[in-house]
């Protein structure tokens, strides 16, 4: 049984075959870490910023195509790809280097859709409309516009130095869904607040606030603390823990319970680089959470919108086969 609207469902659909998924890293920056914002950055982000870190050991972004898809081509046997401008915050910085970087991805052999990393207070009008006006230009079949909100929290979105509040993120995925961009919220469970760390209710009220909001899918993820990161030297000095395994399924079941079924679920964990992570322990074996997130579903009946108009059971589309009709 699907008991959740993946991503690989969506892809299978709109597609019609498996796309894989390429990061590139196109050297853009961030203002929460050139002083812009701040200089510090947010207090769970590591300091390569989530990416490959390829921009800085001089690799063109054709040159960083032709190493994962070689790897995926002969691994896999995919021929079709999502771009994936990962590292740091993509839509930052003179809208020219923006513009130069899109056009480095035309003709990359098998790109067939984009997904881009940035922050919701780094958009306007004119980035927006760059983005939305690639989907024909490169002849992608898919935009997808991925934008950090992390939680709908205005304080703890402070505590964290988060640099923007929910409101701006809710205007930007307004912007881009109005424009044909497939936005997707990044969520984190288990954020430290001023109050002490989140909990499920704080999830479960983020996941509230996008359903309110034009939020065509989401990533989930499980706080872990990197190295070289502020969180880090919370945890070494005990002001920070990390949520448990069992802390974590729970929140994650009692938010996707609330999800609106049509949402695609991106990522249902977060992935620690390797070398990077601190704690807690579980959140380094991707395999075995995979398989207890999907047994604790199972045995606990849990389903994507159980408690929003999905009540009697998962829906049709969670298959990968599914064919509206």
Known sequence: MHRFYGLSAFMRQRFGKRVRKIPLDAG????????????AGCVFCNPE??????????LTLPEQWRFWRDIHVKKHGVAEFTGYLQSYTNT??????????LGELAGLPGLT?????????CLDDARLDLLARQKERLGLDAVFLELGLQTADNATLRHINRGHDAAAFADAARAGAERGLLVVAHVMAGLPGPRGREGGEALAATVDFLNGLPVHGVKFHNVYVCRGTRL????????????????????LSGALARLDPRTVVHRLNGNPARGELLGPDWAGNMRRLHNRVRDHFEAHDVWQGKEHGAENGPSPWFDPEYEER
């Open 28 to 39: 853009f920056s961030c203002p929460n870490r050139d002083g812009t914002l701040s200089a």
């Open 92 to 101: 930052y910085g003179p809208i020219e280097k923006l513009r130069a970087v």
């Open 113 to 121: 859709s984009l997904a881009l990393g940035t922050r919701p207070d």
């Open 232 to 251: 880090a030297k919370w945890f070494g000095e005990g002001r920070y823990k990390p949520p448990t395994l069992d802390e974590y399924l729970a929140w």
């Open 49 to 58: 910023g989530s990416g490959s870190g390829m921009a800085a050991r001089g």
